[in-house]
């Protein structure tokens, strides 16, 4: 470990409101170093290089290992903590601005999934590597910092694009507005009306090239979706049932344990144990 546990650079002013960089570093941290309970005025994003640590936010704890990043968003309760034997080492990048949030919503984070792994994890962090370096108080060092800025989050989208399902008829255009639409409002009250307007389709040319591309209808790929992640809440936070149900967009409890039930075989009560006897599940 070197000497050096932390380089950091805070910016003290900015003229730039469409995207600012508020603060960027490296860490190696201490045995069991915390950050929080507390919130950001920005976005905060970390890749872990190294170690293990864990990130706590909207009542789910997830545990994260090098090739991890995890997101906090602007007034969020969080806390981070680096592991006791093994502490994470972690590049950083805090931002904000009126364009902060779009580019943000093409990242591969979700609100019920503020972590990812990487795939490629090198080209993520010699990005924010070079944000760091093009630190300085001049106007070139800003705009350099901000392109790097760009970079940065095009690698995330580049990443993102990697999770949609592969579609390559003429019309995959309608299909992956409409995964990216479910991806971003799974957890409201939408229907499939609601998703065809968004991607400016009739409901019948939905259903037609959602099952030419995919293979399942638009609302048994909204299920399936819901119910992956509730998978992922019921693996990895301490929410109720409950509040899983209402955090994937189920805003009844017992119906929910039904569709869970019919898609899983168990209901979400016994997946846990039903998941130690069948990892495939």
Not at 15 to 40: A, K, M, Q
Not at 110 to 117: C, E, G, K, L, Q
Not at 219 to 243: F, G, H, P, Q, V
Request: a negative charge; charged letters at 20%.
């Amino acid at each position: 470990m070197t000497s050096l546990a932390k380089q950091s650079y805070k910016q003290s002013y900015t003229d730039n409101v469409e995207l600012s960089i508020f603060n960027c570093g490296h860490e190696y941290c201490e045995p069991g170093h915390t950050w929080g309970p507390g919130v950001r005025d920005h976005y905060l994003i970390h890749l872990v290089v190294a170690g293990k640590g864990v990130y706590q936010v909207n009542g789910a704890s997830f545990a994260l290992e090098e090739g991890d990043l995890f997101l906090a968003k602007p007034n969020q309760l969080i806390t981070y903590a680096a592991d006791e034997t093994d502490p994470w080492e972690y590049y950083w990048v805090g931002f904000n601005g009126a364009c902060a949030n779009k580019l943000v919503q093409q990242a591969p984070f979700s609100d019920t999934r503020p972590v990812h792994h990487c795939k490629n994890p090198q080209k993520v962090r010699e990005a924010l590597y070079n944000i760091y370096l093009a630190r300085g108080p001049e106007p070139q060092c800003e705009a350099l910092m901000t392109g790097y800025l760009y970079i940065f989050m095009a690698h995330l989208m580049e990443e993102a694009r990697g999770m949609m399902p592969s579609v390559g008829s003429s019309s995959s255009q309608y299909v992956l507005s409409a995964i990216k639409y479910i991806q971003f409002n799974y957890s409201h009250d939408i229907s499939v009306d609601d998703i065809a307007k968004a991607v400016g389709v009739s409901r019948s040319h939905l259903y037609r090239v959602f099952m030419s591309n995919v293979g399942q209808s638009p609302i048994d790929y909204l299920t399936d979706y819901r119910i992956s992640e509730a998978c992922y809440l019921l693996k990895n936070s301490n929410l109720s049932i409950a509040e899983i149900a209402v955090s994937v967009g189920f805003f009844d409890q017992f119906y929910f344990s039904r569709v869970f039930k019919k898609v899983k075989g168990v209901p979400p009560s016994r997946y846990l144990s039903a998941l130690e006897k069948n990892p495939q599940l």
